[in-house]
């Protein structure tokens, strides 16, 4: 029901854990500040123990002095080797560099033969045996490519379910290899697995490693890289597709100590000894070995390492060994340097001894400053403990204050419930708007302090009509000062400005906390309400609102902490009265914001408080444009998670005419959003799985012309208001919502 539906959701704007928080970040100061001063009373009475006792030793003897220099060119000579083994390690890390950047180089230049091979299939798809081989000697391969062995051309059938592929072209680059013209590569298995991968993936693949006996006997190790080549015309975007547009492979053979031999050549490392190890796949196993340069074995080396290098969707391990030859000496000159500095610092050590005791004198000093520093940190703690205080007072007091019209809500609506009388039900339907009304005020105050405290609250200067903004004040106040016997003397002088350019909300929002503690402290007697002017210069006038009661009044020794947020004049007060302590701080921060000042009248029977701010006078009001409040016609889609907001905004569109469908959740809102054609969708921002912001985002990405979308949400505060605006929303509604806001700006939002 609605009223259940007001109560729950100005409970979701409660906050609690947000006033704690803000309590403890302002009590944190304090406790650093406790801590600080601990932690530097320890560090100067440690200090002075230090200087009394190089006091009574006014020269130490030299073999202190001796033994810390000892101690510093051992840490010296420590650091020196350090240093030679970090740049050896370093300098051995960029060997690998260029061991694993020129065999990948090699492999880079040899597999472009093969793919250049095939690309000349692509152009003569009717290639003959003698063309091949006159392209293949064009290219020049032994001389530019000696570690390519033999290329060919792999013809790709199918005979009796069976795939087949027979070397149909071969061309032996390196004498002593035997051909395989005629034979089907697909009986070993290592080159079927490197042809399966290439067929399937379209780039080049290598096999493992083969081994390949020579006409005139001995065995070597080589690999196989081949490149698939494509019947043309044949799409080939799919692994379906590439095998059914198979047509064959180029491939090359590469023997190991052709490949990769000759790659300590480089200057950097001829004069050391490496060793290099290839193996074939992902570990260094013996019965892998492919290649081997350098030394069978080094009785010390400096470091050795293994590290794996892929190409053409194949895996092999490489070992590089360093010889000690390779390391840096240590520097032979370190020694000196730190004779010299020891020397030096034996020389800076002597100076310092014989100022030890002028030190001595200064600490004897700090000291009288530390318990100077000490009497204030006492008072900070007081402070701290007041400020702690004044915190769990208001806690007590705004969870009072909450409560009360809470309960109010609670209870009548129950009430409402059972009751049959429509005018009954009405005058309780009215009491829980009302209390309603008194709790967002409550929470609006606590959400304005923040503001304030953040130095983020913003004024929204207007023209408006001053005498009809204090008649509304009077009109709403006047029947509750006379319901308790108070008299109520309203006075405005005669100069006032018809028509002022001011904050008119934060300018009412003063004047009612003023009025309501007045009326709230006066039992009896009278209430004046004064509001005078006057000119500053030509166009800018000086309000001035005073608003005197005859009640308790207030006593000097708690007038200082009267503007104070978080605290009262007295607690005692807080308990008979009520309140939570806000409203006087918040209203003299708006009234310094609007560039004047509240201030307390002393030496007043009961209490007078004056407001005065300039403002700047004008002669016409904008006219504002009539904002429609029918949504006939429009079909909007709003998403909540809460079926209680649900039912309740549902009820306000419809009774605007609006149609309307609702989703459940942010991923129900999109499904429905993209399946149905909608004006205009309401999205509530916090929601379990998916929230608005998400949902938002996934819209925009599936729907480039989707409908506006306006935020719902019980964040009120200003930055959550500037990123749903920046995320993309069209609108900005703040719950709990109202009627008249919510027709207005979805007919402004589809306007």
């Given at each position: 029901?609605?009223?259940?539906?007001?109560?729950?959701?100005?409970?979701?704007?409660?906050?609690?854990?947000?006033?704690?928080?803000?309590?403890?970040?302002?009590?944190?100061?304090?406790?650093?500040?406790?801590?600080?001063?601990?932690?530097?009373?320890?560090?100067?009475?440690?200090?002075?123990?230090?200087?009394?006792?190089?006091?009574?030793?006014?020269?130490?003897?030299?073999?202190?002095?001796?033994?810390?220099?000892?101690?510093?060119?051992?840490?010296?000579?420590?650091?020196?080797?350090?240093?030679?083994?970090?740049?050896?390690?370093?300098?051995?890390?960029r060997a690998i560099g260029v061991f694993r950047d020129?065999?990948?180089?090699?492999?880079?230049?040899?597999?472009?033969?093969?793919?250049?091979?095939?690309?000349?299939?692509?152009?003569?798809?009717?290639?003959?045996?003698?063309?091949?081989?006159?392209?293949?000697?064009?290219?020049?391969?032994?001389?530019?490519?000696?570690?390519?062995?033999?290329?060919?051309?792999?013809?790709?059938?199918?005979?009796?379910?069976?795939?087949?592929?027979?070397?149909?072209?071969?061309?032996?680059?390196?004498?002593?290899?035997?051909?395989?013209?005629?034979?089907?590569?697909?009986?070993?298995?290592?080159?079927?697995?490197?042809?399966?991968?290439?067929?399937?993936?379209?780039?080049?693949?290598?096999?493992?490693?083969?081994?390949?006996?020579?006409?005139?006997?001995?065995?070597?190790?080589?690999?196989?890289?081949?490149?698939?080549?494509?019947?043309?015309?044949?799409?080939?975007?799919?692994?379906?597709?590439?095998?059914?547009?198979?047509?064959?492979?180029?491939?090359?053979?590469?023997?190991?100590?052709?490949?990769?031999?000759?790659?300590?050549?480089?200057?950097?490392?001829?004069?050391?000894?490496?060793?290099?190890?290839?193996?074939?796949?992902?570990?260094?196993?013996?019965?892998?070995?492919?290649?081997?340069?350098?030394?069978?074995?080094?009785?010390?080396?400096?470091?050795?390492?293994?590290?794996?290098?892929?190409?053409?969707?194949?895996?092999?391990?490489?070992?590089?060994?360093?010889?000690?030859?390779?390391?840096?000496?240590?520097?032979?000159?370190?020694?000196?340097?730190?004779?010299?500095?020891?020397?030096?610092?034996?020389?800076?050590?002597?100076?310092?001894?014989?100022?030890?005791?002028?030190?001595?004198?200064?600490?004897?000093?700090?000291?009288?400053?530390?318990?100077?520093?000490?009497?204030?940190?006492?008072?900070?703690?007081?402070?701290?403990?007041?400020?702690?205080?004044?915190?769990?007072?208001?806690?007590?007091?705004?969870?009072?204050?909450?409560?009360?019209?809470?309960?109010?809500?609670?209870?009548?609506?129950?009430?409402?419930?059972?009751?049959?009388?429509?005018?009954?039900?009405?005058?309780?339907?009215?009491?829980?708007?009302?209390?309603?009304?008194?709790?967002?005020?409550?929470?609006?105050?606590?959400?304005?302090?923040?503001?304030?405290?953040?130095?983020?609250?913003?004024?929204?200067?207007?023209?408006?009509?001053?005498?009809?903004?204090?008649?509304?004040?009077?009109?709403?106040?006047?029947?509750?000062?006379?319901?308790?016997?108070?008299?109520?003397?309203?006075?405005?002088?005669?100069?006032?400005?018809?028509?002022?350019?001011?904050?008119?909300?934060?300018?009412?929002?003063?004047?009612?906390?003023?009025?309501?503690?007045?009326?709230?402290?006066?039992?009896?007697?009278?209430?004046?309400?004064?509001?005078?002017?006057?000119?500053?210069?030509?166009?800018?006038?000086?309000?001035?609102?005073?608003?005197?009661?005859?009640?308790?009044?207030?006593?000097?020794?708690?007038?200082?902490?009267?503007?104070?947020?978080?605290?009262?004049?007295?607690?005692?007060?807080?308990?008979?009265?009520?309140?939570?302590?806000?409203?006087?701080?918040?209203?003299?921060?708006?009234?310094?914001?609007?560039?004047?000042?509240?201030?307390?009248?002393?030496?007043?029977?009961?209490?007078?408080?004056?407001?005065?701010?300039?403002?700047?006078?004008?002669?016409?009001?904008?006219?504002?444009?009539?904002?429609?409040?029918?949504?006939?016609?429009?079909?909007?889609?709003?998403?909540?998670?809460?079926?209680?907001?649900?039912?309740?905004?549902?009820?306000?569109?419809?009774?605007?005419?609006?149609?309307?469908?609702?989703?459940?959740?942010?991923?129900?809102?999109?499904?429905?959003?993209?399946?149905?054609?909608?004006?205009?969708?309401?999205?509530?921002?916090?929601?379990?799985h998916k929230d608005g912001y998400s949902a938002l985002r996934e819209l925009i990405e599936k729907q480039?012309?989707?409908?506006?979308?306006?935020?719902?949400?019980?964040?009120?505060?200003?930055?959550?208001?500037?990123?749903?605006?920046?995320?993309?929303?069209?609108?900005?509604?703040?719950?709990?919502?109202?009627?008249?806001?919510?027709?207005?700006?979805?007919?402004?939002?589809?306007?």
């Amino acid at each position: 029901s609605p009223p259940s539906f007001a109560s729950s959701q100005l409970v979701q704007r409660l906050a609690p854990a947000a006033i704690l928080e803000r309590s403890v970040q302002e009590l944190r100061p304090a406790c650093e500040a406790r801590v600080a001063a601990r932690m530097a009373r320890s560090t100067l009475e440690c200090v002075a123990r230090k200087s009394l006792r190089l006091q009574g030793n006014r020269i130490l003897t030299p073999v202190i002095a001796f033994t810390l220099c000892l101690v510093l060119t051992a840490g010296a000579t420590y650091f020196a080797f350090e240093s030679a083994r970090t740049e050896n390690a370093a300098r051995f890390e960029r060997a690998i560099g260029v061991f694993r950047d020129t065999i990948r180089t090699r492999m880079v230049v040899y597999t472009n033969a093969v793919i250049y091979t095939r690309n000349l299939f692509n152009v003569m798809p009717h290639l003959s045996a003698t063309q091949f081989q006159q392209f293949v000697n064009e290219m020049a391969l032994r001389e530019n490519f000696p570690g390519i062995q033999t290329i060919g051309y792999v013809e790709h059938s199918t005979k009796n379910g069976h795939e087949i592929d027979v070397v149909k072209y071969l061309e032996i680059l390196n004498e002593g290899t035997v051909s395989v013209l005629g034979r089907d590569l697909r009986e070993s298995p290592e080159r079927k697995a490197a042809m399966n991968e290439a067929r399937d993936s379209g780039l080049p693949a290598a096999s493992d490693r083969v081994t390949t006996m020579r006409p005139n006997g001995g065995q070597t190790y080589a690999f196989l890289i081949f490149v698939p080549v494509y019947k043309p015309g044949f799409p080939t975007t799919t692994i379906e597709e590439r095998r059914s547009a198979l047509r064959g492979f180029v491939y090359g053979g590469f023997r190991a100590a052709n490949l990769f031999g000759r790659l300590t050549e480089d200057a950097r490392f001829r004069k050391a000894a490496f060793i290099v190890r290839i193996y074939d796949g992902r570990s260094a196993r013996e019965d892998a070995l492919m290649f081997s340069e350098g030394p069978e074995s080094i009785t010390d080396p400096l470091m050795s390492r293994d590290f794996g290098f892929e190409f053409a969707d194949h895996a092999w391990t490489i070992r590089i060994v360093a010889p000690r030859t390779y390391a840096v000496t240590v520097l032979e000159w370190m020694p000196a340097i730190v004779f010299a500095l020891g020397l030096l610092l034996s020389v800076a050590l002597a100076l310092a001894l014989q100022r030890s005791q002028r030190l001595a004198e200064r600490l004897r000093e700090d000291l009288v400053e530390r318990e100077k520093t000490a009497s204030l940190l006492r008072e900070s703690r007081l402070d701290a403990e007041e400020a702690n205080r004044a915190k769990s007072i208001f806690l007590a007091n705004i969870s009072h204050e909450i409560r009360t019209p809470l309960g109010v809500m609670l209870g009548f609506s129950e009430v409402a419930l059972t009751q049959s009388n429509e005018a009954e039900r009405n005058e309780s339907l009215k009491t829980v708007i009302r209390s309603g009304r008194e709790l967002t005020r409550i929470i609006g105050d606590v959400l304005d302090v923040s503001k304030i405290e953040a130095k983020t609250l913003e004024l929204v200067k207007v023209p408006f009509a001053l005498r009809e903004m204090v008649q509304d004040l009077v009109s709403l106040w006047r029947p509750q000062i006379e319901a308790k016997g108070v008299t109520f003397d309203v006075h405005l002088s005669s100069s006032l400005p018809s028509l002022i350019v001011s904050d008119e909300t934060r300018i009412k929002q003063v004047l009612t906390n003023l009025l309501s503690n007045a009326v709230k402290f006066t039992a009896s007697g009278s209430i004046r309400f004064l509001i005078s002017c006057r000119e500053i210069e030509t166009g800018r006038f000086e309000l001035c609102f005073q608003v005197v009661d005859s009640g308790i009044g207030i006593s000097a020794e708690h007038r200082d902490r009267l503007f104070k947020p978080f605290s009262q004049g007295d607690t005692s007060i807080t308990r008979k009265y009520g309140g939570s302590g806000l409203g006087l701080a918040l209203s003299r921060s708006i009234a310094e914001t609007l560039g004047g000042e509240l201030r307390l009248e002393p030496d007043v029977v009961g209490s007078a408080f004056t407001f005065r701010f300039p403002v700047d006078v004008t002669s016409a009001v904008e006219e504002k444009a009539e904002t429609p409040v029918s949504l006939k016609g429009r079909h909007i889609l709003l998403v909540d998670d809460s079926p209680d907001n649900r039912a309740l905004v549902s009820l306000m569109l419809k009774k605007a005419d609006a149609s309307v469908e609702v989703a459940v959740d942010g991923d129900d809102g999109v499904q429905k959003a993209l399946a149905g054609h909608f004006d205009l969708i309401l999205m509530d921002i916090q929601m379990p799985h998916k929230d608005g912001y998400s949902a938002l985002r996934e819209l925009i990405e599936k729907q480039e012309h989707h409908p506006p979308v306006i935020a719902l949400t019980a964040h009120a505060l200003r930055e959550e208001r500037e990123r749903a605006l920046k995320e993309g929303f069209a609108g900005y509604i703040t719950k709990p919502v109202d009627r008249e806001t919510l027709v207005r700006i979805s007919a402004e939002t589809l306007g």
